[in-house]
């Protein structure tokens, strides 16, 4: 088995189906990359058995063949080579060799028929997104999630497909983010929920992607393919929690501010909070925002003041600032609308501009007990 390839087009590659591989492996085969070499179309894969990426490469060869070879190792000695072909040759005595303009390198390799197989879908529902909305609804709910293993299905992002348009969700039972596209729609309604590791990934290859990506999904895997290259996940199992009803719908009070101005000051003034709640008080009457934030122990105070545009009735609530800092941060629009009702139900957070047609991005961040 051997082949040509351009040493830069390779490492592309490899580095973003490195990211699928796990630091520390249970099974050792995981620790390769499988290449499956038909003609000139080589096919590389990663898994961590959860998670599975694929890429096609085209390269010189009129061999075919499969052989996993080590993946930090072979990362390790790419990111080091300029521009140039190399020829990867299979030899007998159980080695790989690469030969490059200036060298030769020999790496042991493992039969490719021991790294575990990709699932294959069956009956799945499929959708098709353009790879940059996917990329943008991801990285506007992804922070939301929880990280609790005592509740896996609010450590992914729940996808919520209609003929209507496409909703995804992530909460940590602190803060909601709730993002709805009703520019692209499904033929049929599906549920299920992502994740974290392979939305990730999806997010960085993905970014600035005009490609469309085929979605294709059944009960316990989804299917992810794009470009020249494919990705699959297990599902995980579990009745996501009906966010809908967290959603408070009558908020009388309506403050609207430069989402800047709000966002460095509640940066600034949680300096000062209690490094154990992170508690920064929200005082509004009138057109003026209060925000102000006290450590007891420590005697540090500190306290802004804001104008806004506020409609309601005078209001004192406490908010957790590492929350609301992540939310504000997370948004792209000049200026947003907090709403609310009473100290002890959730703020709805929502940006005023900045948003494509038929994009909606709802944030909800749960109150924290003022001590008076």
């Known amino acids: 088995m051997k082949f040509i390839v351009s040493s830069t087009y ?81 030899e007998d005595n159980n080695t790989v060799e690469i030969s490059s303009n200036h060298g030769k390198y020999a790496l042991a390799y493992a039969d490719g028929n021991e790294f575990p197989k990709a699932v294959a879908l069956e009956d799945p529902s499929k959708t098709v997104i353009t790879g940059d909305i996917l990329a943008t609804a991801i990285s506007k709910t992804i922070f939301a999630a929880g990280n609790d293993d005592l509740r896996p299905v609010m450590s992914g992002v729940f996808f919520q497909f209609s003929t209507e348009g496409l909703t995804f969700v992530a909460t940590d039972a602190h803060k909601l983010v709730k993002y709805t596209r009703e520019d692209v729609k499904a033929n049929q309604v599906a549920e299920f929920i992502m994740p974290k590791k392979p939305l990730n990934l999806l997010k960085s290859i993905l970014a600035a992607s005009e490609d469309d990506v085929t979605i294709e999904y059944n009960d316990s895997n989804a299917k992810f393919t794009f470009e020249n290259s494919e ?63 006290e450590d007891i122990d420590y005697s540090n105070k500190a306290e802004e003041r804001l104008t806004c545009d506020y409609q309601g009735d005078d209001l004192q609530i406490g908010f957790n600032s590492r929350f609301l800092t992540e939310m504000l941060n997370n948004l792209s629009a000049d200026e947003v609308q907090l709403e609310m009702s009473m100290p002890n139900r959730a703020g709805i957070l929502t940006p005023i501009d900045g948003l494509d047609e038929g994009e909606q991005v709802t944030m909800l961040v749960m109150p924290v007990m003022l001590n008076s």
């Open 10 to 90: 390779l490492l592309k590659q490899l580095q973003v189906l490195g990211g699928v591989i796990n630091s520390s492996n249970t099974l050792p085969i995981l620790d390769n990359f499988l290449f499956e070499l038909d003609h000139t179309t080589l096919t590389v894969s990663a898994s961590d058995l959860e998670t599975t990426m694929a890429s096609s490469l085209e390269v010189e060869s009129d061999n075919t063949g499969s052989v996993a070879i080590p993946a930090r190792l072979l990362l390790d000695t790419l990111k080091t080579f300029p521009e140039q072909p190399l020829t990867f040759v299979v």
């Open 231 to 293: 990705l699959i996940c297990r599902l995980i199992d579990g009745k996501y929690p009906n966010y809908e009803a967290v959603i408070p719908k009558e908020n009388p009070n309506k403050l609207t501010i430069a989402r800047n101005q709000f966002l460095n000051s509640v940066r600034r003034v949680s300096i000062f909070s209690n490094k154990t709640t992170h508690q920064i008080r929200l005082k509004i009457a009138g057109a003026e925002l209060n925000i102000s934030a």
